[in-house]
């Protein structure tokens, strides 16, 4: 009853997204949008749905939607042209792609390759929208049963998590990242006293730090400077047949395309990982499971389509924990939750409650933007390759004034575009450290869940901690953080090497003996 019930909403939102001529017009353009952005070096999925929310303040919550998912599908698909075309990776997301995409483009079989990505990022993107719909309502109703302690529990995982997972190098950089984060979410009055913390008498403070300038500081300023000082040369485009969709290949890789949009969902899934890795994951994955691994490398039609099937599954796996916990999957995601936080819808459990319709109008829209996506990247594909040959370095100074307008138009006040400078600059010293970037803004936006439910469980038990201990999902998720912790520690990984050495000599042993 509960499916019949959720297929004929989905019907009802599809009919409804689509009675508005104007929406297709959006959809289209924002698709489009969104695959020149993927496709062009230095600017990324993060920063095209970082902008756009920006620009859909004024738009109703359904239209910004739109709007935001198909520049966000778009992006991610659109990496892969300059991956194919190129070997420069568009996105992070598509840096698997180019690994047998450009030696198919090398041998003319370029118009081929991106026929076989964009009809796998559309299954990709199919998948991961249905993995949304199957577990969202069942994380959400486990979700309700949660108390302070759980969600309190769950946000310092959340963070710490992502900064194990994210770090370049050193896991403790991630975690401080993370921490800085968390620190920066308890400016402005708390919300149970009310009382102000670390305003310094600035007004503008005592409501805490916006959530969008800080968004747009840390992944558009870095991102700015950083192109502009690599001034990516745009190098010799292979030449690029007809772009058709080769469905007899897609169906002789099924089982490819099946367990790479699972293993897209699971890595989005997890706060703050993102698209790359799920990418690089199931290439690996395919890689070592076939039976000719010798043609990976070469031009393998296989590998192409793992890595472009996971990583726009990774989109609704992103999205299963933000919809439910209020926890972006990815860094995309989380300029996503920042926009939905914009137009006053704040993602969590009592979503279902508040706007019961929303994840089918989600899902609906998601396969929206994945049409729109493949219809884009078939019948536009040669005029999106055209903006290839245009130096990224000529759209930084359009990127840096619609993320000054942005921040700005945010309430018009210009303490808001100090703050996204302030933040930019920061976060790109950090960046250049190698402290990673997603942490540091997921501990923003789980700070104020992490303080107020800490804070009204020490309320509840009268300053007693052993309530995180007696219920069980608040003991799993401490023993994971624990564990967690304890995998990093110099001391352990001591003795796990020790260990390895020992079963290999033991084994070497062994194997002399026989």
């Avoid at 990709?124 to 969600?151: C, D, H, K, N, R």
């Avoid at 370049?168 to 913390?197: E, H, N, Y």
């Avoid at 790479?260 to 070592?288: C, H, M, N, Q, R």
């Avoid at 933007?369 to 078939?378: D, K, Y």
Wanted: glycine share 12%; proline share 6%.
């Amino acid at each position: 009853m509960w499916l019949i019930d959720s297929f004929g909403s989905f019907f009802a939102a599809l009919g409804g997204l689509l009675a508005n001529p104007s929406n297709w017009i959006i959809l289209m353009g924002s698709s489009l949008l969104g695959i020149v952005f993927g496709a062009l070096p230095g600017l990324t999925a993060t920063l095209g749905v970082g902008l756009l929310a920006t620009l859909t303040y004024g738009f109703d919550l359904d239209v910004a939607l739109i709007a935001l998912l198909a520049m966000y599908v778009g992006a991610v698909y659109g990496g892969s042209y300059s991956a194919i075309l190129m070997n420069i990776p568009g996105t992070a997301a598509s840096a698997a792609s180019a690994l047998d995409g450009y030696p198919m483009a090398r041998r003319g079989e370029g118009g081929r390759a991106l026929g076989l990505t964009t009809t796998a990022s559309f299954i990709g993107t199919i998948l991961g929208m249905l993995a949304l719909v199957v577990s969202a309502p069942l994380i959400v109703e486990l979700a309700l049963q949660f108390t302070s302690y759980e969600f309190f529990v769950l946000a310092l995982f959340g963070i710490l998590i992502s900064g194990t997972l994210t770090s370049p190098d050193l896991v403790l950089k991630g975690w401080i990242a993370g921490f800085i984060g968390l620190a920066l979410s308890t400016v402005g009055r708390d919300l149970l006293m009310f009382f102000p913390r670390f305003t310094f008498g600035f007004p503008e403070l005592d409501s805490g730090l916006e959530v969008v300038p800080v968004l747009i500081g840390a992944f558009a300023v870095p991102q700015i400077i950083r192109s502009l000082q690599e001034r990516h040369i745009a190098g010799p485009i292979q030449k690029v047949g007809r772009v058709l969709p080769d469905f007899g290949t897609i169906f002789r890789n099924l089982r490819h395309i099946v367990r790479s949009g699972l293993i897209g969902v699971g890595i989005g899934a997890v706060p703050g990982i993102g698209e790359d890795i799920a990418g690089w994951v199931s290439y690996g994955t395919a890689k070592s499971i076939s039976k000719t691994p010798e043609n990976f490398g070469k031009g393998e039609p296989a590998g192409l389509i793992s890595a472009e099937t996971a990583n726009n599954a990774c989109i609704g796996g992103a999205l299963i924990p933000l919809v439910t916990l209020g926890i972006p999957g990815s860094p995309p995601a989380v300029m996503l939750l920042g926009a939905l936080m914009l137009h006053g819808l704040t993602p969590g459990p009592m979503v279902s409650i508040e706007r019961p319709t929303f994840l089918t109008e989600l899902a609906a829209i998601m396969v929206l933007a994945s049409l729109a996506m493949w219809l884009n990247g078939i019948f536009l594909a040669r005029q999106v390759i055209r903006v290839l040959s245009i130096p990224t370095t000529l759209f930084m100074p359009i990127v840096a004034v619609v993320s000054v307008l942005g921040s700005y138009a945010l309430g018009l006040s210009i303490f808001n575009l100090y703050l996204m400078i302030l933040v930019g600059l920061a976060a790109y010293l950090l960046t250049e450290m190698e402290y990673p970037i997603a942490p540091l803004v997921i501990g923003v936006i789980l700070g104020p869940m992490a303080d107020t439910n800490l804070r009204r469980a020490l309320m509840v038990g009268q300053g007693d901690i052993t309530g995180f201990f007696l219920r069980p999902v608040s003991l799993i998720l401490i023993l994971a953080i624990v564990l967690m912790v304890l995998l990093q520690l110099p001391a352990y990984r001591r003795m796990r090497q020790r260990q390895n050495e020992w079963l290999r000599r033991a084994w070497s042993r062994v194997r002399r003996r026989a």
